[in-house]
């Protein structure tokens, strides 16, 4: 069964740095983009970065210049590096997996993690 497997949250004061990783639990056929999105109590669940197969990154203008995206295609990891976080970085962090194909003849789903807690607080 295809899953996505996160580790890496926790508890940081603020400045501090995190990394996140997200691992699919299966050898798979192809995954499309990669990514994190985040959710903070009371509000909806935003995009925080996203990184393409070639490479291609976006952030959300909040994390621009702190946080850093990667992914190994072979093994199909994404990683999350949170440096200088603030309060405001407090938020379940989901992995996200875009048109997985567990197979050659599968059809393409999108998968989420099961999130993991980064908590800012001094």
């Known amino acids: 069964q295809v899953q996505l497997v996160e580790s890496g949250g926790g508890l940081v004061q603020p400045g501090g740095s995190l990394r996140l990783s997200c691992a699919v639990s299966?050898?798979?056929?192809?995954?499309?983009?990669m990514g994190w999105y985040r959710q903070a109590p009371g509000k909806e669940r935003e995009l925080v970065a996203t990184i393409t197969r070639g490479g291609t990154t976006n952030y959300a203008d909040s994390v621009k210049g702190r946080f850093t995206i990667s992914r190994d295609n072979a093994k199909n990891t994404v990683d999350l590096q949170m440096n200088s976080l603030k309060y405001e970085d407090t938020a379940v962090y989901y992995c996200h997996a875009d048109n997985l194909r567990p197979t050659a003849w599968s059809t393409g789903y999108d998968y989420w993690g099961q999130g993991t807690q980064v908590t800012v607080s001094s």
């Open positions: 299966v050898r798979v056929f192809s995954v499309n983009a």
